[in-house]
T-cell receptor, first 114, second 116 residues
Framework: DTAVSQTPKYLVTQMGNDKSIKCEQN?????MYWYKQDSKKFLKIMFS???????INETVPNRFSPKSPDKAHLNLHINSLELGDSAVYFC?????????????FGSGTRLTVV | AQTVTQSQPEMSVQEAETVTLSCTYD???????LFWYKQPPSRQMILVIR??????QNATENRFSVNFQKAAKSFSLKISDSQLGDAAMYFC?????????????FGTGTLLAVQP
């Protein structure tokens, strides 16, 4: 069983479209995250939810909107996609929002905007 | 703000040899956690090793060990008996201990090649 699963793994879409990426974790963790990995492999946090509550919202365009229907799911919706949104998006979870717990990552979604 | 620096964009090692990847960080906190993650070509992020700042003893996981120098804010990863499967991007990461919004902050990564 995959611990943190993201769908889709690959997404190719045209500029201006709206798309969603879904994430689910079966670890019973309280906290989930979205990270963006750019073309230089730099990983930067975008959002974090703890028990369905938004706790981290970095400087991200408001075209990006996360949604957490329950603590096992965290989705990312992106409106009006731009070329610069092309990246790999990782979902991750941790047992708690604090402490020594490392993150468990999904396998990433490679988004290509053409 | 906390920052993590990996000054070696690329490293290379011969199979069965030992290699050390460098990481430094900047923080005003006294209690925190440090991690090394591995990202092979498959893209999956894999936790390699974790260190708690209040522990003086360096963490070890099989062939992977760290040299944690708290005063110098240095956290290097040593890979012994390197194997072809160790070829990957390695990321150093930092996380504060306290606070409800302590996120994992990553360095820019070191790409490790393993030569047969």
């Amino acid at each position: 069983d995959t611990a943190v699963s993201q769908t889709p793994k690959y997404l190719v879409t045209q500029m201006g479209n709206d798309k969603s990426i879904k994430c689910e974790q079966n670890l019973g963790h309280d906290t989930m995250y979205w990270y963006k990995q750019d073309s230089k492999k730099f990983l930067k946090i975008m959002f974090s939810y703890n028990n369905k509550e938004l706790i981290i919202n970095e400087t991200v365009p408001n075209r990006f909107s996360p949604k957490s229907p329950d603590k096992a799911h965290l989705n990312l919706h992106i409106n009006s996609l731009e070329l610069g949104d092309s990246a790999v998006y990782f979902c991750a979870s941790s047992q708690k929002a604090w402490g020594s717990y490392g993150y468990t990552f999904g396998s990433g979604t490679r988004l290509t905007v053409v | 703000a906390q920052t993590v620096t990996q000054s070696q964009p690329e490293m290379s090692v011969q199979e069965a040899e030992t290699v050390t990847l460098s990481c430094t960080y900047d923080t005003s906190e006294s209690d925190y956690y440090l991690f090394w993650y591995k990202q092979p070509p498959s893209r999956q992020m894999i936790l390699v090793i974790r260190q708690e700042a209040y522990k003086q003893q360096n963490a070890t996981e099989n062939r992977f060990s760290v040299n944690f120098q708290k005063a110098a804010k240095s956290f290097s990863l040593k890979i012994s008996d390197s194997q072809l499967g160790d070829a990957a991007m390695y990321f150093c990461a930092y996380r504060r201990r306290s606070g409800a919004t302590n996120k994992l902050i990553f360095g820019t990564g070191t790409l490790l090649a393993v030569q047969p």
